[in-house]
């Protein structure tokens, strides 16, 4: 790194306590940060050290004279413990790292080999640029504000490529990817004033993670950490996106053409991901799967283990516009197992996020959208809005109800812990009753996190031993038959009320794909699929929406006609979703319905099926599986009542039709006439 030239020396000479030391420790990723302007002393607990900064780029102090270079920051592992700082006898005093080659940086670093951090810490540096960043931000764009969100968002991604802890690398690139963004959109603010700014820095500092993770823990080759072994390297990542970019590209080219896009994502035929697998038969993250294998070496001695799908992926509703959870069973309890799979996700989630479709608020970077804290607080932590990536496909979302990954959930405020990476037998807590929690003083998973433990009911194998599948099927097969029917229930009600066609609400044909469409059908399926306990087939890797209600018809739960009709439900809601993701190219839920669309017409079909079935649901929704069958199946399904056509067009909001089917009820109801009129 070059270091300009000063005229006069800085002064590092006021006081700090090991306290104030102390304080600043309980934050994470800190470094410190010190103006030109500002004098510090470093007090360590055997001595207090003054040094100085000269023209020469050397600190003169009574134990130490040294200079340091950029590799310096990136290779120094930071540590922290609860009540003190650990530090070494010889400090080193580096600048900071700024993108403006030839420019006087503003502050300075100070570091150990085992510490970094930060008097005004990595949040208030964000201070300064949040109002950029707001959303609907109304900031007026200046040079000055464009550089200033730049280089300090810069400077975050570099933060968290020396924490080295949880997903920092993967938040790194992130940051990264993000100011790549920024930096295309406000280039000409950049070419008309400082030529220093490189369009390909960002991308290479977000594909530098791969490589420096891999050293973090032990697995990077020595040769590929000088600078010329880090371009060699990042050369390689590159070429390794872009193929799993034409993948995606691929899966999205076909979006009309199948109705099930996930076995561009996963070929059941394939279990054994490892090795020289044939990366044109592979599914994108199989093969994003494998070259994690390949890059992470062996397996511990005697690990064995299972990839499974959740979410859209294992009800085969998963789009190139989605995001991806899953979770991992392993054999045996071990402590090297289960750190093997979290370093295998942690370098897969660096991989996905380097697509360049993981906007920011996905990865919940603690300084820009931290939901670890109370609701109280999450206005003033969860602040940021990444405007610049669109959201397409990435891996899941941090927020408490979400983090359906094998790293699970970790420090989130009034919220057990929790990680994915179990043995089918420890998997089995999620399903415990509130009675054997109690008595085995485990948390009831069911009363915190419902649909977590919903989800691990749904599964598919995308790789790994099929024994392991089997055993969880097993287990979620012997759960108690009336617990696992009152979890449904509860889960059900809840949706029956969520997703109701109430005509009071407000309707003016605008929709949110995934809740007001998908999820409604998706979630009365596996519902069902829970209640009856339906579950793969064996010898099945996975088990979608259409072969489920295909399975409740095999065993008389569903009549033909409506199996029929579900089926057709699941086609729309599908369609509807892919399409509109396809145009936008991008994860966008909200969508506006107008009476002379295509989607109009799909939607009045959707809607009526919907309003029956929710109807019939409601009814028996707390009585026994008989009588649920009998209702399901005796539903009128081949004529709406004027009254149910008119919650329909009331639910597309078409007042103006609805009013028709409504008017042999207007003087019945004057309740109804008022809410049509207003």
């Known amino acids: 790194m070059n270091i300009p030239t000063r005229s006069k020396s800085v002064n590092l000479s006021a006081e700090y306590t090991l306290e104030k030391w102390q304080k600043i420790g309980d934050s994470v ?42 590799d310096d920051i990136l290779n120094t592992k930071p540590e922290k413990t609860n009540t003190v700082i650990r530090t070494c006898p010889k400090p080193r005093f580096i600048y900071t790292s700024y993108p403006l080659e030839g420019q006087t940086p503003r502050s300075v670093f100070i570091c150990t080999p085992h510490i970094m951090f930060s008097i005004d810490g990595t949040t208030s540096l964000m201070e300064k640029i949040k109002p950029f960043l707001l959303k609907n931000s109304t900031q007026k764009v200046t040079v000055t504000r464009v550089t200033s969100v730049l280089l300090d968002m810069y400077e975050l991604g570099s933060i968290y490529k020396n924490l080295n802890e949880d997903n920092s690398y993967a938040k790194s690139s992130a940051i990264f990817q993000f100011c790549d963004k920024f930096f295309m959109k406000h280039k000409h603010y950049f070419d008309k004033n400082n030529s220093s700014f490189k369009a390909k820095k960002y991308i290479e500092k977000a594909y530098e993670n791969e490589v420096y993770f891999l050293k973090s ?43 099930n896009l996930t076995q561009g994502f996963v070929n059941y035929d394939i279990q054994n991901v490892r090795g020289r697998s044939d990366k044109d038969k592979l599914g994108l993250i199989q093969l994003m799967m494998r070259d994690c294998f390949n890059q992470l070496g062996r397996l511990p001695e005697g690990c064995e283990y299972a990839v499974m799908g959740l979410g859209s992926l294992a009800s085969g509703m998963m789009t190139p516009w989605s995001d991806f959870e899953f979770c991992i069973l392993i054999n045996k309890d071990k402590e090297e197992y289960k750190k093997y799979f979290c370093n295998f996700t942690k370098l897969l989630n660096i991989k996905i996020v380097n ?52 790293l699970g959930r970790k420090g989130y405020f009034n919220k057990k812990d929790y990680e994915l990476i179990r043995t089918p037998e420890r998997m089995k807590d999620f399903f415990l009753d509130s009675e054997n929690c109690q008595k085995l003083n485990k948390n009831y998973w069911f009363g915190s996190d419902g649909f977590l433990v919903q989800s691990l009911k749904s599964v ?6 099929t024994s392991l599948f089997e055993e969880h099927l097993c287990n979620i097969k012997a759960i ?41 059908i998706e979630r009365i399926v596996n519902n069902l699929a829970h209640y009856f306990s339906i579950t793969c087939d064996e010898g099945k890797k996975s088990m979608p929406l259409w072969d489920v209600v295909e399975s409740m018809e095999s065993k008389g739960i569903l009549s033909q006609r409506l199996a029929n009709v579900m089926i057709e439900a699941i086609n729309i809601a599908d369609k509807i979703r892919t399409t509109n993701y396809h145009k936008l190219y991008k994860q966008e839920e909200n969508m506006v319905i107008k ?30 599986p008989e009588e649920i069958i009998e209702s399901l199946n005796e539903m009128k399904l081949d004529q709406l009542s004027d009254y149910e056509c008119g919650l329909v067009h009331i639910r597309l909001g078409d007042r103006e039709e609805a009013l028709k089917y409504f008017k042999t009820l207007l003087d019945q109801n004057t309740v109804l006439s008022h809410l049509l009129s207003a």
């Open 29 to 70: 990723g800190f470094f410190m940060q010190i103006d030109f302007s500002t004098d510090c002393k470093m007090l360590y607990p055997s001595e207090s050290i003054k040094g100085s900064y000269n023209a020469d780029n050397n600190i003169d102090t009574k134990s130490n004279n040294s200079c340091f270079n950029e």
């Open 217 to 259: 823990i032990g697995k990077g080759n020595e040769n590929n950490i000088n600078k010329e072994g880090v371009l060699d390297f990042v050369k390689k990542v590159e070429n390794k996106i872009e193929i799993y970019k034409q993948k995606l590209i691929d899966i999205r080219d076909i979006h009309e053409q199948t109705k």
């Open 355 to 406: 697509l360049g479709e993981t906007p920011l608020r996905v990865l919940g970077i603690k300084e820009l959208n931290d939901f670890t804290v109370a609701d109280h607080k999450s206005k003033n932590a969860d602040w940021c809005w990444d405007s610049l990536t669109k959201p397409v496909f990435s891996i899941d979302g941090s927020q408490w109800h979400a983090c359906k990954s094998p």
């Open 460 to 465: 598919s194998l995308i790789a790994g031993d």
């Open 480 to 520: 108690d038959q009336g617990l696992t029917r009152n979890q449904a229930l509860s889960v059900m009600n809840h949706d029956l009320d969520k997703f109701g066609l109430k005509l009071g609400q407000k309707n003016d044909g605008s929709f949110n794909i995934k809740q007001d469409i998908y999820r409604v």
């Open 595 to 624: 009476k002379e669309s295509a989607e109009y017409d799909s939607l009045s079909i959707f809607f009526s099926s919907m309003i029956r079935i929710h109807k019939s649901l409601t009814e028996t929704a707390n009585t026994n």
